[in-house]
């Protein structure tokens, strides 16, 4: 079985570029996560869907962080403009739903210069 | 706000050399603790899912229990392949019911 799949792997951008991650969910898996982690620390939540309806953005800074889930499979997130302390790995992860256990990709690291 | 505490934030241990990894937490309402494992350069991967104090649950050298403040990842006689990062995530029941992780074990285990 496929896993969860990100792309790009690395991103190296200036800053106040725009900039967009991609991510492809496990076949089935209608609740999907965007993570953001900081170097030494644990994932913390950006984004929550439940098949197209983001149901937690709480935690997404809507001033400069877009996401969308079109058809409830793969998802974009996307930043712009970049600013130096976004500069991060970012994680998509997707489950069965919201109670099971979480199944993440491989991220992306972001490095904005 | 739900919180997660780890303890140690690193530990070097010996091949063989058993020990325990802590999680402390508040929560309102536990609706389910994780354990996920994280290697460098990779995302975390699913462990264990425990649901009430006194539950444990267990996989190859891997271990995990859980009261209704702390769980704790026991590793009998480790190998080096089990050197990574170790997480502790928790879900609550409050407003959207969010998982919250913690900062992270660092394991590493020498030959």
């Known amino acids: 079985e496929a896993g969860v799949v990100q792309s790009p792997r690395y991103k190296i951008i200036e800053k106040k570029q725009p900039v967009a991650f991609w991510c492809n969910p496990i076949?089935?898996?209608?609740?999907l996560y965007w993570y953001l982690q900081n170097l030494g620390q644990g994932p913390e939540l950006l984004i929550r869907?439940?098949?197209?309806?983001?149901?937690?953005d709480s935690q997404l800074p809507k001033d400069r962080f877009s996401a969308e889930r079109l058809k409830g499979v793969d998802s974009t997130l996307k930043i712009q403009p970049a600013e130096l302390g976004d500069s991060a790995v970012y994680l998509c992860?997707?489950?069965?739903?919201?109670?099971?256990?979480?199944?993440f990709g491989p991220g992306t690291r972001l490095t904005v210069l | 706000e739900d919180q997660v505490t780890q303890s140690p934030e690193a530990l070097r241990l010996q091949e063989g050399e058993s020990s325990s990894l802590n999680c402390s937490y508040t929560?309102?309402?536990?609706?389910?603790l994780f354990w996920y494992r994280q290697d460098p350069g990779k995302g975390p991967e699913f462990l264990f899912t425990?649901?009430?104090a006194g539950e444990e649950k267990e996989k190859e050298r891997l271990k995990a229990t859980l009261t209704k403040k702390e769980s704790f990842l026991h590793i009998t006689a480790p190998k080096p392949e089990d050197s990574a990062t170790y997480l502790c995530?928790?879900?609550?029941?409050?407003?959207?019911?969010?998982?919250?992780f913690g900062t992270g074990t660092k394991l590493q285990v020498i030959p």
């Open positions: 995530a928790v879900r609550g029941s409050g407003g959207y019911q969010k998982v919250t």
């Open positions: 076949s089935g898996h209608n609740t």
């Open positions: 425990l649901y009430s």
């Open positions: 992860a997707s489950s069965l739903g919201q109670g099971h256990e979480q199944f």
């Open positions: 869907y439940e098949n197209e309806e983001a149901v937690d």
């Open positions: 929560v309102s309402g536990l609706r389910g």
